[in-house]
């Protein structure tokens, strides 16, 4: 997905559910950091204050819902004005000094500014996913990850999700990248279970089944 299809699918979502004051608000704030890259680490932290935190309807239903704030700053980061390597280090920064709503909205972003930094993101990926974060976990596992995070890597963290109570679900690409190996660790994780006299996930389960 590019910049401006994401851009335009959370702007429409964000429409009719922030009110003026807020709209005005976001509507500034992308364009403060459209001219100043640097004000995105100051405006990233005030999106919930500003627009709200409740859920975004459009986006209730995904595997990982989203609620307004986390759209908010996506879209600001969407306004970043660089590309390549300064993109990727913009990226980087924002990522190691947020909390974890705003290393969510950096990882989300990724599924449109991937194209655009390359491999260079990968670091966050693995940052995320030493975490038990569950949404960061969620948020690390999209369409960036599915293209770019080596196999035994994108393997560990799709294992990972099952230990920590992820849906498989929001792993992205998971019918085209899994393989043998993973249907292979799956099963070994299955047997141990079944051996221990404890239940196999759903996730789990479903997995063999299919493959």
Known sequence: MTREALRDELTAALAPVLDADASAWLAA???????????????????????????????????????????????????????????AARLDDLYRHGDAHERRAVLRSLDALGAEVGEAALPLLHDALRTNDTRLVAAALGPYA??????????????????IG??????????????????????????????????????????????
């Open 146 to 163: 599915a293209e770019r995070l080596p196999a035994p890597a994108w393997r560990q963290a799709v294992l990972k999700c099952v230990f």
């Open 166 to 211: 992820v849906p498989l679900s929001v792993v992205a690409g998971l019918d085209d990248r899994a393989d043998a190996e993973l249907t292979r660790m799956m099963t070994d994780y299955a047997r141990e279970r079944t051996a221990a006299g404890r239940d196999v996930p759903a996730d789990v389960a479903r997995f063999l089944e299919v493959r």
């Open 29 to 87: 704030a992308r364009e403060r950091i459209g001219g100043d890259a640097d004000a995105a680490a100051v405006l990233l932290p005030a999106a919930g204050r500003r627009c709200g935190r409740g859920p975004l309807p459009t986006r209730t239903t995904t595997p990982e819902p989203w609620s307004v704030d986390d759209a908010a700053r996506v879209v600001m980061l969407l306004e970043l004005p660089c590309t390549g390597d300064a993109l």
